[in-house]
């Protein structure tokens, strides 16, 4: 951040939810914290699942008219101050010639094993190959105008990509993944370069499409311990900070299960690091400094917990980060089937009454 940014700015009036999220991200005083949640449009929802009736998970991403409508479920049901577009990391995956299904998770027809299949990956115009991503987006933007809530864009990242590419379908170690890593590295930095490629102008096309922020989400990098993470991951992750277009979108980072990787994360370029539930967030905020801003981290499963339960560690969350700057409340993770609608409605009207957050 720059020098102006990084000092002390006086306290500010009530925002709307656009400049209470920008702010954040940019690590800038706000009234309170912003709130939105991973998933947050999902089977948890009575009403996401009458529109998912009759089709795939597939269907409903290419679907502009469903996709915006449960993109909109959250702010209507249980008052979420950002919307994510409704979309899925594979979404783009089939322009690059992967044919790719859902079993219900995903699954690749032919496994990435060759330097010879990693040449013949297209980096498609995304315009081309994903018309109604942007038309959602531009629908969404237009929807949100009135209310000046934030719209956010996502991407898979390139090294969980990779890791469902080559393993053919989610693992809990990623064996074959790793094999490559070990016995023919080339072929990984090939594959990794091409998806870098991809997610870049995939990204970028987002933003121009409407996207006020963007997330990159690198779910399987956490599999690697931190040497590895130094050496395959974090490069990546700073090539796509540099070529995204920060100034119209900041860059949002989550890595599932880094809490081993965390000092590498803040090294990212990502203005947000957001963190799993598994990380000390006070212990976050200090290592970040003025590096990055916070997301995060409440367990997803609480959300399926008593109320009173729930409400409790809710409330030593945003008593541990009062007074830390630059802090996103979120999950560590997606909501799940299992959460109750009424519990994250109780979650989001108790971070409405959070104190307000100074600049780092």
Same mark, same amino acid.
């Given at each position: 951040?720059?020098?102006?940014?990084?000092?002390?700015?006086?306290?500010?009036?009530?925002?709307?939810?656009?400049?209470?999220?920008?702010?954040?991200?940019?690590?800038?005083?706000?009234?309170?914290?912003?709130?939105?949640?991973?998933?947050?449009?999902?089977?948890?929802?009575?009403?996401?699942?009458?529109?998912?009736?009759?089709?795939?998970?597939?269907?409903?991403?290419?679907?502009?008219?469903?996709?915006?409508?449960?993109?909109?479920?959250?702010?209507?049901?249980?008052?979420?101050?950002?919307?994510?577009?409704?979309?899925?990391?594979?979404?783009?995956?089939?322009?690059?010639?992967?044919?790719?299904?859902?079993?219900?998770?995903?699954?690749?027809?032919?496994?990435?094993?060759?330097?010879?299949?990693?040449?013949?990956?297209?980096?498609?115009?995304?315009? +081309?190959?994903?018309?109604? /991503?942007?038309?959602?987006? !531009?629908?969404?933007?237009?929807? #949100?105008?009135?209310? $000046?809530? =934030? *719209?956010?864009?996502?991407?898979?990242?390139?090294?969980?990509?990779?890791?469902?590419?080559?393993?053919?379908?989610?693992?809990?170690?990623?064996?074959?993944?790793?094999?490559?890593?070990?016995?023919?590295?080339?072929?990984?930095?090939?594959?990794?370069?091409?998806?870098?490629?991809?997610?870049?102008?995939?990204?970028?096309?987002?933003?121009?499409?409407?996207?006020?922020?963007?997330?990159?989400?690198?779910?399987?990098?956490?599999?690697?311990?931190?040497? +590895?993470?130094?050496?395959? /991951?974090?490069?990546?992750? !700073?090539?796509?900070?540099?070529? #995204?277009?920060?100034? $119209?979108? =900041? *860059?949002?980072?989550?890595?599932?299960?880094?809490?081993?990787?965390?000092?590498?994360?803040?090294?990212?370029?990502?203005?947000?690091?957001?963190?799993?539930w598994r990380v000390d967030v006070t212990a976050a905020a200090r290592l970040a400094g003025r590096r990055a801003s916070l997301q995060g981290n409440?367990?997803?499963?609480?959300?399926?917990?008593?109320?009173?339960?729930?409400?409790?560690?809710?409330?030593?969350?945003?008593?541990?980060?009062?007074?830390?700057?630059?802090?996103?409340?979120?999950?560590?993770?997606?909501?799940?089937?299992?959460?109750?609608?009424?519990?994250?409605?109780?979650?989001?009207?108790?971070?409405?009454?959070?104190?307000?957050?100074?600049?780092?």
């Open positions: 951040m720059s020098g102006a940014a990084q000092k002390a700015q006086p306290a500010v009036g009530r925002l709307d939810p656009t400049e209470r999220l920008l702010r954040s991200c940019r690590g800038q005083t706000v009234d309170r914290p912003p709130v939105w949640l991973m998933r947050q449009a999902g089977r948890y929802l009575p009403e996401y699942r009458k529109v998912r009736e009759g089709v795939s998970f597939l269907e409903m991403c290419r679907d502009v008219d469903r996709a915006v409508e449960v993109s909109l479920q959250p702010i209507r049901l249980v008052g979420s101050e950002a919307v994510i577009l409704f979309s899925d990391i594979f979404t783009p995956i089939p322009g690059m010639g992967i044919e790719v299904d859902f079993r219900p998770g995903p699954t690749i027809a032919e496994p990435i094993r060759s330097r010879e299949q990693v040449e013949k990956l297209r980096v498609p115009d995304p315009q +081309e190959s994903t018309p109604f /991503v942007f038309e959602i987006l !531009r629908v969404l933007r237009k929807e #949100l105008a009135d209310s $000046r809530i =934030p *719209l956010l864009g996502f991407a898979g990242a390139p090294f969980t990509l990779a890791a469902y590419f080559v393993q053919g379908r989610g693992s809990k170690d990623f064996g074959e993944l790793k094999r490559m890593m070990y016995a023919a590295p080339s072929i990984l930095r090939a594959l990794q370069s091409t998806l870098t490629e991809m997610v870049v102008g995939y990204l970028n096309a987002q933003i121009a499409a409407g996207a006020q922020v963007v997330q990159l989400f690198d779910t399987w990098a956490g599999l690697l311990g931190p040497d +590895e993470y130094r050496e395959w /991951v974090l490069p990546v992750h !700073r090539e796509i900070a540099a070529k #995204l277009d920060r100034a $119209r979108a =900041p *860059l949002i980072l989550y890595v599932r299960g880094g809490a081993h990787v965390l000092e590498s994360m803040f090294d990212s370029g990502a203005d947000v690091i957001s963190l799993d409440l367990d997803p499963d609480l959300m399926g917990a008593p109320r009173d339960v729930m409400v409790a560690a809710a409330r030593r969350l945003i008593d541990s980060m009062q007074g830390h700057p630059g802090w996103i409340f979120n999950l560590g993770h997606g909501i799940k089937p299992t959460a109750d609608p009424d519990n994250v409605r109780a979650l989001v009207d108790l971070i409405r009454e959070a104190k307000p957050c100074p600049a780092r």
